[in-house]
């Protein structure tokens, strides 16, 4: 993988593009950035730069994710092929095929590649001792040996605190690349020990030419990179399953957010918001999930429109029965907070296979009170 295939970040490249030609590589680095913008595929370019400076041929090798000074831990757990003590190197194949099918993919999307999803996955402590035992053999080709821990904020604590020894006293030309998302979510002993590059949003541009890119219209990957919020798998999933489960979702939302202002004091509409709870969990969590983000968004561009700044506004409904501009006012600045809040949780607890009649009927019942605050 090279710099030229990640998107954006251009000051960041020639950053590390900088620090390898001048021979100031920190033992310990900590990537943060958030879902969908790219951190693991530039840390793999740039490890692909490290161990390629004295031999060209190790830029093939770590394209494959074979070279063998190059190593990865990431969260796992057990499935039908790994019953027991589960580690990345025994699901190597699984995350090569993964790297370059969905090299901006999210865990979630990991553990559904793996079957997994149900699960909680970690990097336990047994991933701690194989990361020694491979740090302390000598470099394959006599340059760096490469570490790169993908969401290294699942280390349990005595994972972490294995790592920690690592850290404080590194072999010679070894390079720790940790990947967060939840930087507050790992020990403030081992964020002392590394050098931190945060990653701010991709920009909509960058995300627009990637798109474009792949074939999507100059106008449609407009409105995809200004709905992604600078997450590139966002974008992705979006350009995929945009026309079917976008015409659902419209569907649903109208559904809920009518039901939702007509519960206020009426029993009888309660039954309807029940149903629309039944219906939406009848689909997958991931569906769930892109769900609840697609409402977040129609609720943001209610609020941009009751407040004016109508040229951020995109979404356009099919449904002629239902105004945008009639709902706005509806979304403003005493509940908008509120509302994000609830949509928040319930992904939270979507990703967390939690009992989706539950979390529905929950949101559901909460907005009707939400949509009747005053503004």
């Known amino acids: 993988m090279d710099f ?3 998107l954006g970040y251009d000051t960041i490249k020639g ?6 030609e001048a021979g100031r590589i920190p033992h310990a680095q900590l990537f943060v950035a958030s879902e969908g913008q790219g951190a693991l595929p530039m840390a793999i370019a740039y490890a692909t730069l490290v161990l390629s400076q004295n031999n060209p041929k190790a830029i093939a090798q770590c394209a494959q994710l074979a070279h063998p000074d190059l190593h990865f831990a990431f969260p796992t757990s057990t499935n039908d092929k790994v019953k027991k003590d589960p580690v990345s190197s025994l699901f190597m194949d699984e995350w090569r095929t993964f790297i370059k099918e969905q090299p901006y993919g999210s865990l979630f999307d990991w553990l559904l590649f793996l079957g997994i999803e149900k699960k909680q996955a970690v990097i336990g402590v047994n991933e701690a001792k194989e990361i020694t035992n491979k740090l302390a053999l000598k470099s394959f080709e006599g340059g760096y040996k490469v570490m790169i821990i993908w969401m290294a904020e699942k280390m349990n604590v005595d994972s972490a605190n294995k790592l920690l020894k690592l850290l404080e006293e590194p072999a010679e030309k070894t390079l720790f690349l940790l990947i967060v998302e939840d930087e507050n979510a790992l020990l ?20 627009r030419e990637g798109l474009m890119a792949k074939g ?11 709905r992604s919020q600078g997450n590139y798998n966002k974008a992705l999933q979006l350009m995929q399953n945009k026309e079917n489960e976008e015409a659902i979702f419209e569907r649903w939302f109208i559904a809920w957010v009518r039901s939702a202002y007509r519960a206020k ?37 209610a609020f941009l429109l ?15 029965s239902f105004d945008l501009r009639k709902f706005a006012p509806f979304v403003h600045g005493n509940n908008i907070e509120q509302i994000y809040q609830l949509i928040e949780e319930a992904i939270f607890h979507v990703e967390r296979n939690g009992n989706g009649k539950v979390i529905f009927t929950d949101v559901a019942i909460k907005l009707t009170r939400l949509l009747h605050t005053r503004q």
């Open 265 to 301: 004091g009426n029993k009888a509409a309660i039954q309807g918001l029940l149903q629309w709870s039944e219906e939406v969990n009848t689909v997958g969590r991931e569906v769930q999930k892109q769900f609840l983000q697609y409402c977040e968004e129609v609720f943001r561009q």
């Open 4 to 6: 030229k295939d990640i």
């Open 216 to 226: 999507v219209a100059e106008a449609e990957a407009t409105k995809i990179a200004i």
């Open 306 to 320: 009751n407040y004016t700044a109508t040229d951020l506004v995109y979404i356009q409904f099919n449904d002629p």
């Open 188 to 207: 403030d002993t081992i964020k002392s020990r590394c050098q931190i590059l945060r990653f701010p949003p991709l920009s909509e541009n960058a995300i």
């Open 15 to 20: 950053y590390l593009k900088a620090s390898v």
